[in-house]
């Protein structure tokens, strides 16, 4: 009952709360901070479309998100089970300052990134070979579909015995789990591709090596980096098991580490760096797949 | 996989079997022929070992047990994102300002990975069914709610125009016009999300057997660590992660035949 109370009250309170939390050391004065959107609100034209885009509503559903979580951590009265906001972005400010975030954040975007590097190296040549050969698909396909369906996450006991805590174990984890996706939709690629353009190719005598490079490879790369995406965003959510479990530094262990302390800001702060780096890597691959495959466009993951 | 070549000749349905079945054979018998090189420790893993292991497991009832556990967390917590999901994914898909309340929020809880909530679910429900029941429900969720907006927003608009013209009230649109022409969608959301889901209850159980101590939390992941944390038993983790794998692909299956039977004009 009283939640819903306080679900109509957000939106009235929720921008001037969170004008205060973008500055942390200016709460108090969520006021004034508050007062220069409304003349832009009046003004009519350019500033007024502005303010009704999707960015100024993004905005407000920020704000009344933090409202909300501001509420519900006074209203839980436990910060060491949900402290407010205020104390988040505090600790997410000290962690920046000693550069113990950007340590562990760069700890475990190298290990993403070695990672999804060896599984490219290993999936996608072996996808072109299972894809234009039927013969070594009949083969090797059932291995494939043994293997596949053990999640990466369960070969964490298996990978601590093998490898001990340390960098091995996320990078293995994570290669397996990028390996699949990037293997199946590389042999969809290439065996999808057009016929016609094939044919087309063949009877302007195009050889085998040509045929390959400028034919085969670009129709089926749309479908490799559709692979790729989906290769990290499972990726993504490995590193953060294999770490927490058998890692001695990354974001996972972060996170554990700091729950043992009872540092409950830190966990959250870490939490809030574990999204926006997804966010911000996703990013990155979107505009990498625009880059090598532009005429892909239209190409989403379903 | 293979028994689909029955009507074919018989020849071909050979080839299919050994095509099958020869490199795996193959793997499994190098992996025996390395074991018998190693020491004879009745630890060390080799597939009659494991065949032996899986035998006393399931004998005394533990696997089966822990299975049946970790599954029953799956179904609740998928249940619970079920309801969730879909009901936010219908309104998000059939309202527009709805969708671009909550389209920020979601997208930015997204890219946090199941496993990052587990230390904020440890601090608030502890080390038992409820902590890990919360990271299935978290993970199951996102491919529901993204799947089921998806559908509703593909919806052939004239079937809901067509509605509204016979002055069907909004609320059975949503429920008789829209929510069965987004089934499809849903159902590919199900299963996308029980698949994560299996995954994410093995990682959670996983999680918190290592972090306090072997706990109390059970299931098949949990067990998974007690045999590397305590007794090194090699063997009965392989026999894990092969029952893994198989209620992993049953679920796939499963859903895939449900699939087929609701909507078989989409094979």
Same mark, same amino acid.
């Given at each position: 009952?009283?939640?819903?109370?306080?679900?109509?009250?957000?939106?009235?309170?929720?921008?001037?709360?969170?004008?205060?939390?973008? $500055?942390?050391?200016?709460?108090?004065?969520?006021?004034?901070?508050?007062?220069?959107?409304?003349?832009?609100?009046?003004?009519?034209? +350019?500033?007024?479309?502005?303010? =009704?885009?999707?960015?100024?509503?993004?905005?407000?559903?920020?704000?009344?998100? %933090?409202? %909300?979580?501001?509420?519900?951590?006074?209203?839980?009265?436990?910060?060491?089970?949900?402290?407010?906001?205020?104390?988040?972005?505090?600790?997410?400010?000290?962690?920046?300052?000693?550069?113990?975030?950007?340590?562990?954040?760069?700890?475990?975007?190298?290990?993403?990134?070695?990672?999804?590097?060896?599984?490219?190296?290993?999936?996608? @040549?072996?996808?072109?070979?299972?894809?234009? =050969?039927?013969?070594?698909?009949?083969?090797?396909?059932?291995?494939?579909?043994?293997?596949?369906?053990?999640?990466?996450?369960?070969?964490?006991?298996?990978?601590?015995?093998?490898?001990?805590?340390? $960098?091995?174990? @996320?990078?293995?984890?994570?290669?397996?789990?990028?390996?699949?996706p990037l293997l199946l939709n590389t042999i969809a690629g290439v065996r999808h591709v057009d016929g016609k353009l094939v044919n087309a190719a063949r009877t302007m005598g195009v050889g085998r090596r040509a045929m390959l490079r400028h034919v085969i490879v670009p129709a089926a790369l749309p479908t490799v980096m559709v692979g790729f995406r989906l290769a990290f965003a499972g990726a993504w959510a490995a590193?953060?098991?294999?770490?927490?479990?058998?890692?001695?530094?990354?974001?996972?262990?972060?996170?554990? *580490?700091?729950?043992?302390?009872?540092?409950?800001?830190?966990?959250?702060?870490?939490?809030?760096?574990?999204?926006?780096?997804?966010?911000?890597?996703?990013?990155?691959? #979107?505009?990498?797949?625009?880059?090598?495959? @532009? *005429?892909?466009?239209?190409?989403?993951?379903? | 996989?293979?028994?689909?070549?029955?009507?074919?000749?018989?020849?071909?349905?050979?080839?299919?079997?050994?095509?099958?079945?020869?490199?795996?054979?193959?793997?499994?018998?190098? *992996?025996?022929? *390395?074991?018998?090189?190693?020491?004879?420790?009745?630890?060390?893993?080799?597939?009659?070992?494991?065949?032996?292991?899986?035998?006393?497991? &399931?004998?005394?009832?533990?696997?089966?047990?822990?299975?049946?556990?970790?599954?029953?967390?799956?179904?609740?917590?998928?249940?619970?994102?079920?309801?969730?999901?879909?009901?936010?994914?219908?309104?998000?898909?059939?309202? #527009?300002?709805?969708?671009?309340?909550?389209?920020?929020?979601? /997208?930015?809880?997204?890219?946090?990975?199941?496993? +990052?909530?587990?230390?904020?679910?440890?601090?608030?429900?502890?080390?038992?069914?409820?902590?890990?029941?919360?990271?299935?429900?978290?993970?199951?969720?996102?491919?529901?709610?993204?799947?089921?907006?998806?559908?509703?927003?593909?919806?052939?608009?004239?079937?809901?125009?067509?509605?509204?013209?016979?002055?069907?009230?909004?609320?059975?649109?949503?429920?008789?016009?829209? %929510?069965?022409?987004? %089934?499809?969608?849903?159902?590919?959301?199900?299963?996308?999300?029980?698949?994560?889901?299996?995954?994410?209850?093995?990682?959670?159980?996983?999680?918190?057997?290592?972090?306090?101590?072997?706990?109390?939390?059970?299931?098949?992941?949990?067990?998974?660590?007690?045999?590397?944390?305590?007794?090194?038993?090699?063997?009965?983790?392989? &026999?894990?992660?092969?029952?893994?794998?198989?209620?992993?692909?049953?679920?796939?299956?499963?859903?895939?035949?449900? /699939?087929?039977?609701?909507?078989?004009?989409?094979?």
């Open positions: 009952m009283t939640m819903n109370v306080t679900n109509h009250r957000v939106p009235e309170q929720g921008v001037s709360r969170a004008a205060g939390v973008d $500055d942390p050391a200016s709460s108090q004065r969520s006021e004034p901070d508050a007062a220069p959107a409304l003349p832009t609100a009046t003004k009519p034209g +350019a500033i007024r479309r502005i303010v =009704s885009t999707r960015a100024f509503i993004a905005v407000r559903s920020f704000a009344a998100f %933090l409202a %909300l979580w501001y509420l519900l951590a006074a209203w839980v009265g436990n910060p060491i089970q949900l402290p407010s906001p205020l104390r988040v972005a505090a600790a997410l400010i000290s962690l920046g300052a000693d550069g113990e975030l950007f340590d562990h954040a760069l700890i475990s975007t190298t290990r993403l990134a070695i990672s999804l590097v060896v599984a490219v190296l290993l999936a996608v @040549p072996l996808g072109f070979f299972m894809g234009l =050969s039927p013969k070594a698909n009949a083969y090797l396909d059932p291995v494939v579909e043994l293997l596949r369906p053990i999640s990466g996450i369960a070969w964490i006991p298996l990978g601590l015995f093998i490898f001990g805590v340390g $960098d091995v174990l @996320p990078v293995f984890i994570m290669v397996y789990v990028a390996f699949f590193i953060i098991a294999a770490e927490l479990i058998g890692s001695p530094s990354g974001l996972g262990f972060a996170i554990e *580490w700091y729950r043992q302390l009872l540092m409950t800001p830190k966990v959250y702060g870490f939490i809030v760096v574990i999204g926006i780096v997804g966010y911000l890597c996703d990013l990155a691959l #979107r505009a990498l797949q625009r880059w090598l495959t @532009p *005429w892909a466009e239209g190409m989403e993951l379903a | 996989m293979t028994t689909r070549t029955a009507a074919a000749p018989n020849r071909t349905h050979w080839n299919s079997v050994l095509e099958a079945t020869l490199v795996p054979a193959l793997l499994v018998f190098a *992996w025996q022929l *390395w074991a018998m090189t190693l020491a004879t420790d009745p630890r060390s893993p080799s597939p009659t070992h494991v065949a032996t292991t899986f035998v006393d497991l &399931v004998s005394n009832g533990g696997l089966i047990g822990a299975t049946l556990q970790s599954l029953g967390r799956v179904v609740v917590g998928f249940g619970l994102a079920l309801v969730c999901g879909v009901v936010l994914g219908l309104l998000m898909g059939s309202n #527009r300002r709805i969708r671009d309340i909550f389209d920020p929020i979601v /997208e930015s809880f997204r890219p946090i990975a199941p496993m +990052a909530i587990l230390p904020v679910a440890i601090l608030w429900f502890g080390t038992g069914t409820p902590a890990a029941l919360s990271i299935v429900t978290y993970a199951a969720f996102f491919p529901l709610l993204v799947n089921t907006v998806h559908g509703v927003s593909r919806v052939d608009r004239k079937l809901v125009l067509a509605a509204m013209t016979m002055g069907v009230p909004r609320a059975r649109i949503l429920a008789r016009v829209i %929510l069965p022409a987004a %089934l499809p969608s849903i159902m590919l959301g199900s299963r996308l999300a029980m698949g994560v889901a299996w995954t994410a209850i093995i990682a959670a159980e996983l999680g918190v057997g290592a972090k306090s101590g072997g706990g109390g939390s059970g299931g098949i992941g949990q067990m998974m660590f007690v045999f590397y944390a305590y007794s090194i038993d090699l063997n009965a983790i392989v &026999v894990c992660m092969i029952v893994v794998g198989v209620v992993a692909l049953l679920i796939d299956r499963l859903f895939r035949f449900v /699939e087929y039977r609701l909507m078989p004009w989409r094979h």
